[in-house]
C-alpha cells in the first residue's frame, strides 16, 4: 500500500523559515495537500494542489511537489503556527495521509 | 459559511454497531464527494470511507472495508456512517469532511467513539 513519510518533529524559531517534508514514491506525479490541527481542534487545509492556499490562509504557508517530496514551508513563523501538520495524497482511489509532523515555534 | 456538524458517537461493546451522521449546510451538499476520516487519541488521521456527490460510487480503508458503510441522504444534506462488528482500534475521533480524494476543504468538529466492555 502506498505509503507517506513525515519526520515526527521540527524545531524553528519565531520569524525563521520552517520546513517540512513529506516523502512518498513518485509524490511529484500526484498532488499533494496539507493540514495544520492544533491541540482540540480540527484540521484546517492550509495547501492543495501542491502549491494552493485556500482563502484566509496567510501567505508565509507555501507548498511545493517534485520528484518523491512534497514540502511545505512556513515563511517568518510566528507561535500561533505551533501545531501538527499532515501531508496527504492518494493512489488508487485510496487516500493516504502522512504521520503528521510536530512543528515546535521555539 | 460551510458547516458539517457529526452526531452520534457513543460507547459501545466489541462486536456492537454504531451509526454516524453529519449535517452539512451552506454548500451545495449533492454536487460534492464527502468523506469519513478518523483520529484515534494521541494518533495521526487515518482515512475511513468517501462517497460520490451521487452516492453511487464508494471507496473504503482497508481497516474497515466490510464493516462500515457510507452512506447519504441528499435531500437532507446529511452523509452517514453505518459501523459494525467494532473493534478496540476503532475508537477515535470520527471526522466528517467535504471532499473525495485530491483534499478535504471543510471538516467538522468530530464525534468520539469509543469501542471498550
Known amino acids: 500500500s502506498y505509503e507517506l513519510t513525515q519526520p515526527p518533529s521540527v524545531s524553528v524559531s519565531p520569524g525563521q523559515t520552517a520546513s517540512i517534508t513529506c516523502s512518498g514514491h513518485?509524490?511529484?506525479?500526484?498532488?499533494a495537500c496539507w493540514y495544520q490541527q492544533k491541540p482540540g481542534q480540527s484540521p484546517t487545509l492550509v495547501i492543495y494542489?501542491?502549491?494552493k492556499r485556500p482563502s484566509g490562509i496567510p501567505e508565509r504557508f507555501s507548498g511545493s511537489n517534485s520528484g518523491t517530496t512534497a514540502t511545505l514551508t512556513i515563511s517568518g513563523t510566528q507561535a500561533m503556527d505551533e501545531a501538527d501538520y499532515y501531508c496527504q495524497g492518494w493512489d488508487s482511489d485510496t487516500v493516504v495521509f502522512g504521520g503528521g509532523t510536530k512543528l515546535t515555534v521555539l | 459559511q460551510v458547516q458539517l456538524v457529526e452526531s452520534g458517537g457513543d460507547l459501545v461493546k466489541p462486536g456492537g454497531s454504531l451509526r454516524l451522521s453529519c449535517a452539512a449546510s451552506e454548500f451545495t451538499f449533492s454536487d460534492d464527494y464527502m468523506s469519513w476520516i478518523r483520529q484515534a487519541p494521541g494518533k495521526g488521521l487515518e482515512w475511513v470511507a468517501y462517497?460520490?456527490?451521487?452516492?453511487?460510487?464508494?471507496h473504503y480503508g482497508d481497516s474497515v472495508k466490510g464493516r462500515f458503510t457510507i452512506s447519504r441522504d441528499n435531500a437532507k444534506n446529511s452523509l452517514y456512517l453505518q459501523m459494525n462488528s467494532l473493534r478496540a482500534e476503532d475508537t477515535a475521533v470520527y471526522f466528517c469532511?467535504?471532499?473525495?480524494?485530491?483534499?478535504?476543504?471543510?471538516w467538522g468538529q468530530g464525534t468520539l467513539v469509543t469501542v471498550s466492555s
Open positions: 462517497i460520490s456527490g451521487g452516492g453511487s460510487f464508494k
Open positions: 469532511a467535504r471532499g473525495g480524494t485530491f483534499y478535504f476543504e471543510s
Open positions: 494542489q501542491d502549491t
Open positions: 513518485k509524490l511529484g506525479y500526484k498532488y
